[in-house]
């Protein structure tokens, strides 16, 4: 067994960049070749069908089904070109990953032969078998039809020989099984709230909206290495392993060059991505080593998530050509930087005005501050959901720790905006929020510099940070599908926009004007804001957890007590007034990542303890052996004074039974406590009896790591963290 380590690690060793295979061309010859966009709508439809199909994705109209065969025909027309051979309904369950059931277009054509045939009635609906996904109970096993229904705003996409229909996932009886269905409730939302509000300052405005940029982090592996590691290949992240002499602590890799084998994967994967009409935009060497990061120009919120979706796919494909494999989750490795998704997050007006940056003029400025204060008055009221919205048992490993946000949601203004906000308070509503050094005086005036987004004024320490122009949901994690956070912050969003109009058309109502009015109806927010949600100091320390929760923050770390924010009255009543959830559809999901906690954290301590037993203890044992015939060899050669000589290897049995005692004894606890979890049916407490068990394994992790470092190199059977981390 030794040796196979040392063979893997040689051959992963000298393996040599591969040759890319994206084309000489300009990637602007073929971005969206495989999507069917507007330009192929255009082409393979006729000017009705066009107008039509235009007229569903820009204003939410449904189509005939005559129309829909039209769409489905030019599709098909398009879709057999690139060589397609099957269609399916690509959808997003709970799962988190996203599924796909392949149909292919073979049809008897009643003359005794074989077409491809694929009509409006199969691009519009389909009925999967869909029993085996998580629903929380809300579709029994019994009643396992649930539909997927096409969501047009998102455009269809080819993968290797399949048409891909992006869809949402519903149960027969309505309630959502996806994480699509919810987030598009959200956006409109969002969208219903603040277009009132923008028609008080332009009145062309009829739709807002919400804008997504996700920062992809990831690590890569190589795969010869990755195959050596069960816990890698069965939990995504390393549950075991003494820390490298050296990892991130000369920060040499943050930014620094790419390393050739791993260039020539991503010059693969921007190829594929273009072709997905995903534009990615920049690639980089993260803090970590074997860390990197990937994103996109910022696009409207659904289809960045689904392009996020599709991206997390295309990764692992191509990262097998290369010989790597990609760890998507969110702490592969303790003791250096895990992986997040921070989530760059903007509303916009349909006449083109971004509303989280300063405008051109007072009253632009005005729109922009009233965004700003209602999104912080939202974050503060939902401190708690948010964070129960990014939370999952794998983020748990990163959130807190000193390299992500601590687990307490805060937003961090930075100078400018605190200044302004202190401002804004201070002086009489009515007074003009000017762009600065446009008036000749600054007196009686609150300005904003045009450019204020100052790089080093910014926070990394804090889960939500505003960067110029968005705010950024730092806690998501590098695995999460965006929709979960996305769809409680838009929530909280827009619930807060609609008492903000309510409150502001009450004061217009007494004949105010509007700087005044909405100046007035800010500014009791602000206070109730500045000094408990904003944050600028360090977000890791120990006082701050302490001041937070004096502030009234929510500074729970558990995962599954973080879950329940969700059924908490206040986040019922407003996912449910918004109608983004019904009650039945939060318990359920609610059950839904419950189950998924406790699970996840089982097959983990299982993998721990497997490897304990039939990795770790036997590769000790033959160490320990050798020692033991050492001593008896001493024994033999000096019987008077082998004590002494020998001291080394004594210490050394001794350390190895003392080491394999308290591993053994740690397994078989973190057994019972399975057991015992084992029983208990409410998917709550299980999952609590699982936090536990999480916690736990970090004491078993111990003896193992401390084993690592003393048995002979040659005997270790798992690749270790240097070899992990470093070989690329
Ligand atoms: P950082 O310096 O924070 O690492 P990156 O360049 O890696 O920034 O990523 C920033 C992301 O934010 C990109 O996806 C970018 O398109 C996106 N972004 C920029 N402006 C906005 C905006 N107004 N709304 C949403 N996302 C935005
Ligand atoms: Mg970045």
């Not at 990953?97 to 008897?108: C, G, I, N, P, Q």
């Not at 007196?443 to 045009?450: A, L, M, R, S, T």
């Amino acid at each position: 067994m030794s040796k196979l380590r040392f063979d893997v690690v040689q051959d992963a060793f000298k393996k040599r960049a591969l040759d890319v295979t994206a084309p000489a061309e300009r990637p602007s010859a073929y971005f969206g070749e495989l999507v069917f966009n507007r330009e192929k709508m255009r082409k393979y439809l006729d000017i009705k069908t066009y107008e039509a199909l235009v007229d569903c994705i820009d204003n939410g109209r449904s189509l005939d089904l005559a129309t829909a065969d039209k769409v489905a025909e030019g599709m098909k027309e398009w879709a057999l070109g690139h060589g397609v051979t099957h269609i399916t309904h690509w959808f997003q369950p709970l799962t988190e990953v996203t599924a796909e059931k392949h149909d292919s277009l073979m049809e008897y054509d009643r003359k005794g032969g074989m077409i491809e045939s694929f009509n409006g009635k199969s691009l519009i609906q389909q009925e999967p078998d869909a029993s085996s996904f998580p629903s929380g109970g809300i579709r029994a096993t019994f009643e396992a039809r649930g539909y997927t229904a096409w969501d047009p705003t998102s455009p269809v996409f080819i993968q290797d020989d399949t048409l891909c229909i992006p869809t949402v996932f519903i149960s027969y009886t309505g309630e959502a099984l996806d994480y699509k269905t919810p987030l598009k409730k959200a956006l409109k939302a969002v969208s219903d709230a603040a277009v009132p509000i923008c028609k008080l300052f332009d009145p062309k405005v009829s739709k807002v909206h919400s804008y997504l940029g996700w920062e992809q982090e990831y690590f890569l592996v190589d795969e010869d290495l990755y195959a050596a590691r069960p816990d890698l290949i069965l939990t995504g992240r390393t549950l075991m392993g003494h820390a490298s002499s050296k990892n991130q602590q000369l920060e040499d890799h943050y930014f620094a060059a790419i390393p050739t084998r791993v260039a020539a994967f991503m010059k693969d994967l921007e190829y594929e991505g273009y072709k997905l009409g995903i534009p990615l935009k920049t690639r980089h060497n993260e803090v970590a080593p074997n860390q990197f990061e990937l994103a996109p120009i910022f696009g409207e919120c659904n289809l960045s998530n689904d392009q996020n979706q599709m991206i997390m796919n295309v990764m692992n494909k191509v990262a097998r050509k290369h010989g790597f494999v990609v760890l998507l989750h969110e702490k592969p490795f303790d003791g250096i930087n895990g992986s997040g998704k921070h989530n760059n997050w903007s509303l916009g007006t349909d006449t083109g005005t971004l509303l989280l940056a300063p405008g051109k003029d007072p009253a632009g400025n005005l729109q922009f501050v009233t965004f700003f204060v209602n999104i912080l008055a939202a974050v503060q009221k939902h401190n708690a959901l948010l964070k129960a919205s990014i939370a999952s048992a794998t983020n748990a490993h990163r959130l807190g720790a000193n390299e992500a946000p601590p687990a307490i949601v805060s937003a961090f203004l930075g100078r400018t905006m605190t200044e302004v906000l202190h401002k804004l308070l201070e002086l009489p509503s009515g007074t003009p929020i000017e762009i600065a050094g446009k008036k000749e005086t600054s007196v009686g005036i609150v300005e904003i510099p045009e450019i204020f987004v100052d790089n080093t004024d910014r926070n990394r320490t804090s889960p939500f940070a505003f960067t110029g122009n968005r705010f950024e949901f730092r806690a998501v994690g590098s695995s999460a599908n965006c929709a979960g956070a996305m769809t409680a912050l838009s929530g909280a969003v827009a619930e807060q926009l609609l008492i903000f109009k309510k409150a502001l058309d009450k004061e217009l109502a007494s004949g105010k004007a509007l700087e005044v009015a909405v100046m007035d109806v800010l500014k009791p927010i602000i206070s109730s804001i500045i000094d408990v949600v904003c944050f600028d100091g360090n977000g890791y320390t120990d006082e701050w957890k302490e001041e937070a929760a004096r502030r009234g923050l929510d500074t729970e770390t558990s995962v599954p007590e973080m879950i329940k924010s969700f059924t908490k009255p206040e986040s019922v009543e407003m996912f449910t007034s918004l109608g983004i959830y019904s009650p039945k559809e939060l318990e359920a999901r609610n059950e839904v990542k419950w189950e998924m906690y406790t699970k996840k954290v089982q097959i983990e301590s299982r993998v721990m303890g497997r490897m304990a037993i039939n990795h770790v203890i036997p590769a000790a044992l033959a160490y320990q052996n050798i020692l033991l015939k050492n001593l008896k060899m001493m024994k033999e050669a000096f019987p008077d004074s082998y004590q002494e000589k020998a001291a080394v290897t004594i210490t050394l049995i001794e350390k190895i039974s003392h080491r394999i005692d308290q591993l053994q004894k740690g397994v078989a606890k973190m057994i019972e406590a399975r057991k015992s979890a084992n029983t208990i049916e409410n998917e709550y407490e299980k999952a609590k009896a699982y936090h536990e068990i999480a916690e736990s394994l970090f004491a078993i992790r111990r003896p193992i790591d401390k084993l690592e470092e003393i048995v002979d190199n040659d005997m270790w059977p798992l690749p270790k963290y240097r070899e992990l981390l470093f070989i690329n």
